[in-house]
């Protein structure tokens, strides 16, 4: 009897030690804070799209708590690198730019993290244009005049960017090598000390997101030349697209959120859902559009990582072209 009862005494220990491990009994998701890995610099426009959308999507969760930890470097690199390293719980997330997830692998030789394996795609934001900006001071007073000067022989403007690698610093080797000028390119860690130095007069010229440069313009602090996408932004509609001058030429930038791979399915299908939710949000979305950021249709994860994954042929190709390369 003493046996049975030992051996009974040990299945309850045990039914009740799975209980306890069961997803019935486990703490809700989330429970905690979620930290939403920015890999940029504060001011940019990611931190500014990631700030906005992390507010909204800790509403939707219950008013869950979602801080933005700004982790730049190496293009993106570094932040990008820490969430594919970090933890898979769901509490560790990356919001993040197509210059970092889709070009950044083309231009290192080794960027520390695969951008389709290392990650699950939650939602896709929207897009933005880049402004290529320069200082009032500046001799050309729109685009055509720009390119005259610049073609001028013995040209040899110096154009800022937030890194080598970057999104910005790209489309200054495209343009370069598509309108058959040689702008000189001066990397910063940021987008937001590339442009104070062009505020100050330190360069003259700089390519920039146009939620983290729309301000100056307002205020005239800046002068916007053309926007980068293929074709005006509605924030900007005296301000002609570049391929109108220069046939082709198109570097437009999108802004989405990432889940490391290895994140549990319901935690996962939790994300997604609410960040459906956030993006629906007219306030949100109100508050997106004022900052230039053309809001995406509404996108499956499937559909996020068909884009990613066209953009990484496309930047391939674009980069080898370029002759543009990050050790």
């Not at 299945?11 to 429970?31: G, T």
């Not at 080598?164 to 370069?176: I, K, R, V």
């Not at 307002?218 to 509609?237: E, I, M, N, Q, T």
Request: hydrophobic share 45%; aromatic share 6%; no cysteine.
């Amino acid at each position: 009897m003493k046996l049975k009862f030992r051996v009974g005494a040990l299945l309850s220990l045990a039914a009740a030690l799975v209980f306890a491990m069961s997803p019935a009994s486990a703490e809700p998701y989330p429970s905690r804070p979620i930290t939403l890995v920015v890999p940029q610099a504060a001011g940019g426009t990611n931190d500014i799209v990631g700030r906005l959308v992390g507010q909204k999507l800790g509403e939707v969760m219950n008013n869950a708590s979602v801080v933005v930890d700004n982790r730049p470097g190496a293009g993106g690199n570094i932040g990008t690198q820490l969430v594919a390293r970090g933890p898979k719980d769901g509490y560790t997330l990356l919001m993040t730019i197509s210059s970092s997830q889709a070009i950044n692998p083309a231009l290192y030789k080794n960027p520390g993290f695969d951008p389709v394996k290392d990650f699950k795609p939650v939602g896709l934001v929207g897009a933005v244009p880049n402004v290529l900006l320069v200082n009032p001071s500046f001799p050309a007073k729109d685009f055509n005049e720009f390119l005259k000067l610049a073609r001028q022989k013995g040209a040899n403007y110096q154009y800022a960017s937030a890194g080598n690698g970057t999104l910005n610093h790209l489309l200054g080797e495209m343009l370069n090598s598509m309108a058959g000028i040689s702008l000189q390119h001066v990397p910063y860690k940021g987008v937001a000390p590339a442009i104070n130095d062009v505020l100050g007069g330190q360069l003259p010229i700089v390519f920039a997101s146009l939620p983290s440069a729309l301000s100056h313009i307002k205020a005239g602090k800046l002068r916007a030349l053309a926007v980068s996408g293929d074709k005006r932004s509605p924030v900007l509609p005296d301000v002609p697209a570049i391929r109108e001058a220069v046939p082709g030429y198109n570097g437009t930038l999108w802004i989405g959120l990432f889940a490391p791979a290895g994140v549990p399915a319901d935690v996962l299908a939790t994300l997604q859902d609410a960040t459906r939710k956030a993006l629906a949000a007219k306030d949100l979305r109100d508050k997106l559009d004022q900052q230039g950021v053309e809001i995406a249709a509404p996108t499956t994860p499937d559909q996020f990582s068909k884009l990613l994954q066209d953009d990484l042929a496309k930047w391939v190709r674009i980069v080898k072209a370029s002759g543009a390369a990050v050790d």
